[in-house]
């Protein structure tokens, strides 16, 4: 795909999906501390079931000192209905304890140092750096945004740091933070996992996708 076609794209979510009060987060939070280990909590959960978990888990550790001196177990009594909680339940404490030794309690603010944390790659990086900080080093890569960039052709690829890269090189800067929301809305709304809705679609004309699985099994 030719960079003037992924910025069509890109104009054409930014119609449909409009980014209200500039917020691209779908889980709420209040300051970067929350939005942090309510990213790392998100990995391979409902939106529903983070926020749902939110208010218990933070009216009982609202800051990095409070969920350092937490025991995983009790943590994991109110993050039981997530999954992976167990897991979850350990790095959300070492990171707040990382957070707390190392960082003097505040939330770091740059690719490298988040990703030293327990729980946190690059994916959880990029988000937490966009929506708590406006920082945008890069595209946070999920299955969504995997997916629907692949089948519109603005990626070869399968893996979530070339499909990064690949993004990345097409679109301008600016819009990297817009990118992964308007691609989550996309997977989420029209191009789902089955059965796509092709016949909603506004970007049928630039899908490869749709031109080769569909439109060239039709012909």
């Not at 990095?64 to 897991?87: C, K, N, S, Y």
């Not at 350990?90 to 770091?108: C, D, L, S």
């Not at 519109?152 to 979530?160: A, E, I, R, Y």
Request: proline letters at 5%; hydrophobic letters at 35%.
């Amino acid at each position: 795909m030719d960079a003037d076609t992924a910025r069509t794209i890109h104009r054409r979510l930014l119609a449909q999906y409009p980014i209200e009060g500039g917020r691209t987060n779908f889980i709420p939070f209040d300051n970067p501390f929350e939005s942090l280990i309510l990213t790392i909590l998100s990995a391979q959960t409902t939106d529903a079931s983070v926020i749902a978990i939110r208010e218990p888990l933070f009216s009982r550790y609202p800051t990095p000192e409070a969920l350092a001196e937490a025991a995983p177990e009790d943590v994991e009594q109110i993050i039981r209905t997530l999954g992976f909680h167990h897991a979850k339940s350990r790095y959300i404490v070492a990171t707040a304890q990382r957070i707390v030794r190392e960082f003097g309690g505040e939330v770091p603010r740059t690719m490298e140092e988040l990703r030293s944390l327990p729980g946190v790659g690059r994916k959880t990086a990029n988000i937490v750096l966009s929506h708590a900080f406006g920082i945008n080093v890069g595209i946070a890569v999920d299955t969504h945004v995997r997916r629907v960039s692949h089948r519109l052709g603005m990626t070869d690829s399968k893996n979530p740091d070339i499909i990064e890269r690949d993004l990345m090189a097409l679109l301008p800067e600016k819009t990297w933070g817009e990118m992964n929301y308007l691609l989550i809305r996309h997977g989420r709304a029209i191009c789902t996992a089955r059965n796509p809705k092709h016949e909603e679609c506004f970007l049928c004309d630039l899908c490869r996708y749709y031109r080769e699985e569909v439109k060239g099994k039709e012909s």
